[in-house]
């Protein structure tokens, strides 16, 4: 397996996504299982994509953690930075589809492995050699993950990688919700890329208003600002100013891994010689190819796939015109 190119560092936890869709919870009777968490979701985008990709979280040593690490070996991501926590449980998701809108989730397992993540279980050689760190911010809920998480995106600043933040705000795991601005602010300073929907990036920014958000992150350093707005598209903040690119138009099945879809595909991006709106519009068509399907990690899609839609989305606008 080659050296990855870029680690993801977040959750890594099983999905059980309800068959029946448009239902409420209480009248789904069967639950598919698949790979889950935006980390492991988007190492796996990222591999279908093209890129060497490794992991970094932790599963529990259980039935479900064993079959995590199998899914992750068969799509070719590194897991060797995936630890295997001798107490805490791996984390389950279970949800009730009800597309277009957001899905009914319910999580299990809190604390669970992943917040077991120390920074004894890092290879600082590896996360060095990397060009790009993906963080969720989810990570950042809970000792000794936070510290961890810190200390990864330090060390890939000072050894020349890119680091990215996907905000990934989940109230939930915080024993104290209130510590978030804190801890999201201390991994602000090591961030070069900050990826957020609206109320995540209010919470980061400390405004409604996207612009004012976006500028507040980059007075703290951050380069990029990344402004995911769901149907009406991504606005982007950079060195050279601000663009925005239009949604790709698609039948939504399950909007849960659209950001981990579009990280995926905007990392891939950066390894091509392509201008901001190039990298984008990759990114956003990764992300609806992955709201048109029933899970989130499983319904990541080849490069080819994101080419033919990107293709398709040209023609369109053409006749349009």
Excluded at 49 to 70: K, Q
Aim: overall charge negative; some cysteine.
């Amino acid at each position: 397996m080659a050296s990855p190119v870029v680690y993801t560092l977040g959750r890594c936890i099983v999905d059980l996504y309800g068959e029946e869709t448009g239902v409420e919870f209480e009248q789904v009777h069967r639950f598919a299982k698949y790979v889950g968490g935006s980390a492991a979701n988007t190492a796996v985008g990222l591999a279908r994509l093209g890129l060497a990709t490794g992991l970094i979280s932790r599963v529990g040593e259980d039935r479900f953690g064993r079959y995590l690490l199998a899914a992750l070996a068969e799509e070719g991501v590194d897991a060797r930075m995936v630890g295997r926590d001798p107490v805490l449980p791996t984390g389950l998701a279970f949800a009730a589809l009800k597309p277009p809108e957001d899905s009914d989730v319910v999580f299990y397992g809190n604390p669970n492995a992943n917040q077991g993540v120390s920074i004894q279980d890092l290879d600082w050689s590896a996360i060095a050699s990397a060009k790009y760190l993906v963080v969720g911010g989810t990570a950042l809920a809970a000792s000794p993950a936070r510290e961890a998480v810190l200390m990864a995106m330090a060390h890939h600043r000072r050894t020349g990688g890119m680091n990215l933040l996907d905000v990934d705000w989940r109230p939930m795991f915080w024993s104290d919700p209130g510590t978030a601005d804190f801890y999201y602010h201390l991994a602000l300073q090591y961030t070069d890329v900050v990826l957020a929907n609206a109320p995540e990036l209010a919470l980061v920014g400390g405004s409604a208003d996207a612009r004012q958000s976006a500028m507040a992150l980059k007075a703290e350093g951050v380069r990029e600002v990344v402004a995911k707005q769901g149907a009406q598209g991504v606005r982007h903040f950079g060195p050279d100013g601000e663009c925005q690119i239009p949604a790709l138009q698609v039948s939504v099945v399950n909007t849960l891994g659209a950001g981990d879809g579009f990280a995926a595909g905007l990392v891939a991006a950066l390894e091509e010689p392509w201008t901001v709106p190039e990298r984008l519009r990759f990114a956003a068509a990764t992300a609806a190819l992955v709201v048109s399907r029933h899970s989130c990690s499983e319904a990541m899609p080849r490069r080819a796939e994101v080419e033919a839609l990107l293709a398709q989305g040209s023609m369109n606008e053409e006749d349009r015109r």
